[in-house]
């Protein structure tokens, strides 16, 4: 039988889930819900599906599993209202904005049965799980290091309600992070430890478009983040997210191992590119094709996969635990940063298993 789905939120990012969700054999999209009645009417209106108030959703009972896509810092209570009407969840990223509530969401579905998802679940697309095919047969002989970036000069320059990404939760690592930090656990395993080091620019930055053209906002989280990440296998490498430089040619994310390099593309897509460099190479990088499904963007593929996962009666691999995971990690980056000192990862999780070919 399908897994009757409705979702929370009908922002932005709700449109992508509805256009994509029911080109997944296994899911039906049954409803959707806001808190602005008249956004999730739209919603409902150009996707044929039924609106619904919030308590609606959560009360149906033709609904198995809810897609939270509301405002992060609204995760927490939403999630858990999700949980207690007894559905599965699937949240967007990140699960929460501390690892103390990530925890508890994880236990309430723990208690009653239910299971989490959870975005980012770009690593399941082409370009990655190429990557991790890759990797896995030795492609570039022991991975001994890596690098992840993601910069821009701040979303004030083309969102026109910035608010969100300069408030505790926000900034780039809390934003991007979990893009890069899930890719790596997902390519080679859990982190360890971490060294951090973070700074704000400053106070206040000046909305650049729209109708709030002009206004200042308050700064309160960190803008410019670097860490050092020691991953449990022994692996090195370091983390860069920025809202403060205009650009960078630095890659996405590169794994360099004892006898090659990947890169690996953006991990905020599906489809790489991937390139590889090393002795074997007639040059100094080539082209690999990539290897595997879902290259489009297939934001949705994470609950496809849960429903699978639920019919084997197994782990997501878009799990909450990988992602309470990756929230220790953004956590205990800002704890190094703020006292100074290695930090110890305080929730783990297996590395997930590649989806088959």
Request: glycine share 10%; proline share 7%; charged share 20%.
């Amino acid at each position: 039988m399908a897994l009757r789905v409705g979702i929370l939120g009908c922002g932005f990012i709700s449109a992508r889930y509805l256009t994509n969700l029911p080109a997944f054999e296994g899911l039906e999209v049954v409803a959707c819900a806001d808190l602005d009645d008249a956004r999730a009417e739209g919603r409902a209106k150009e996707f044929g599906i039924e609106a619904r108030p919030v308590s609606a959703l959560l009360g149906g009972d033709d609904i198995d599993l809810i897609v939270n896509l509301t405002n992060p810092a609204a995760h927490v209570d939403t999630s858990a209202a999700i949980l207690a009407s007894g559905k599965h969840l699937y949240s967007e990223k990140p699960l929460a904005l501390t690892v103390a509530d990530g925890r508890m969401i994880m236990d309430v579905a723990a208690l009653r049965g239910l299971v989490v998802g959870c975005a980012p679940d770009t690593f399941l697309g082409g370009g990655l799980q190429t990557c991790r095919a890759m990797l896995d047969d030795g492609a570039i002989g022991t991975p001994t290091s890596f690098s992840a970036a993601w910069v821009c000069p701040g979303h004030e320059l083309w969102h026109d309600n910035p608010d969100f990404y300069y408030q505790i939760g926000g900034g780039p690592l809390f934003d991007m992070g979990p893009y890069a930090l899930t890719a790596i656990v997902s390519l080679l395993g859990p982190v360890a430890r971490v060294a951090g080091m973070a700074r704000r620019s400053g106070p206040t930055r000046t909305i650049a478009t729209g109708k709030r053209a002009g206004e200042t906002i308050p700064v309160q989280t960190p803008t410019h983040i670097v860490a050092t990440l020691e991953l449990r296998s022994g692996i090195l490498g370091t983390v860069t997210m920025s809202f403060d430089t205009w650009t960078s040619d630095a890659p996405f994310l590169e794994i360099q191992g004892t006898t090659g390099t990947l890169s690996c593309g953006d991990p905020d897509t599906f489809a790489g590119p991937v390139r590889i460099c090393g002795p074997a190479e007639s040059g100094p990088w080539r082209d690999v094709p990539i290897q595997r499904p879902y290259v489009a963007n297939s934001r949705g593929l994470g609950v496809a996969e849960l429903a699978e996962s639920l019919a084997r009666d197994e782990r997501p691999r878009a799990s909450g635990w990988l992602a309470l995971h990756v929230l220790s990690v953004m956590e205990a980056i800002l704890r190094s940063a703020d006292e100074r000192r290695f930090v110890d990862v305080e929730w783990s999780c297996e590395r997930p298993a590649p989806l088959p070919a």
